[in-house]
T-cell receptor, first 114, second 111 residues
Framework: EAGVAQSPRYKIIEKRQSVAFWCNPI?????LYWYQQILGQGPKLLIQ????????DSQLPKDRFSAERLKGVDSTLKIQPAKLEDSAVYLC????????????FGPGTRLTVL | KQEVTQIPAALSVPEGENLVLNCSFT??????LQWFRQDPGKGLTSLLL?????REQTSGRLNASLDKSSGRSTLYIAASQPGDSATYLCAVQTGANNLFFGTGTRLTVIP
């Protein structure tokens, strides 16, 4: 079974630029999560989708971050404009959709904002 | 709000030693607790999952315990190996399927 795929793996941008990350969850998984992991910290949930609807986006900085999950499969996370403090690893995870559920994590995208 | 704390932040041990990593959480209303491993530049790999009704789980040289009432969990690693060097993260799952993570313990096993 293929795991959670993310791209790109690394991205370097300058502040005030825009950036987008892509995630392809495990086939058939209804729930998709985006986490932000700042160096030296544990991952923090940014947004949770159930199929193509948002379940929880309470910790998403909506003035600059946006996410969508079209057709309930792939998802993109966008930052516009980026700030220095957005430098982090962005992890995508998916789960089958039960409560409670086991989340499977992708390799992450490491973003550096200069 | 759920808060998860891990002690120590970093640990260095010689190969072959047994070691214990600690995790504490503030709200005992959890579904389960997981221990993850994270290698540099890699995603998270789930090591052990303990349901809230369970006291411990074992996998090979790893044993995790859970005391929900006191808000504590430990991860015991027996006969440590250099390949065990990684960051170990503890996470508790709440009813909304939210995972609350600790800040991790960075383990180095010296050959």
């Amino acid at each position: 079974e293929a795991g959670v795929a993310q791209s790109p793996r690394y991205k370097i941008i300058e502040k005030r630029q825009s950036v987008a990350f892509w995630c392809n969850p495990i086939s058939g998984h209804a729930t998709l999560y985006w986490y932000q992991q700042i160096l030296g910290q544990g991952p923090k949930l940014l947004i949770q989708f159930q199929n193509n609807g948002v379940v929880d986006d309470s910790q998403l900085p909506k003035d600059r971050f946006s996410a969508e999950r079209l057709k309930g499969v792939d998802s993109t996370l966008k930052i516009q404009p980026a700030k220095l403090e957005d430098s982090a690893v962005y992890l995508c995870a998916s789960s089958p959709g039960a409560v409670p559920d086991t989340q499977y994590f992708g390799p992450g995208t490491r973003l550096t904002v200069l | 709000k759920q808060e998860v704390t891990q002690i120590p932040a970093a640990l260095s041990v010689p190969e072959g030693e047994n070691l214990v990593l600690n995790c504490s959480f503030t709200d005992s209303a959890i579904y389960n607790l997981q221990w993850f491993r994270q290698d540099p530049g890699k995603g998270l790999t789930s090591l052990l999952l303990i349901q809230s009704s369970q006291r411990e789980q074992t996998s090979g040289r790893l044993n995790a315990s859970l005391d929900k009432s006191s808000g504590r969990s430990t991860l015991y690693i027996a006969a440590s190996q250099p390949g065990d060097s990684a960051t170990y993260l503890c996470a508790v799952q709440t009813g909304a399927n939210n995972l609350f993570f600790g800040t991790g313990t960075r383990l180095t096993v010296i050959p």
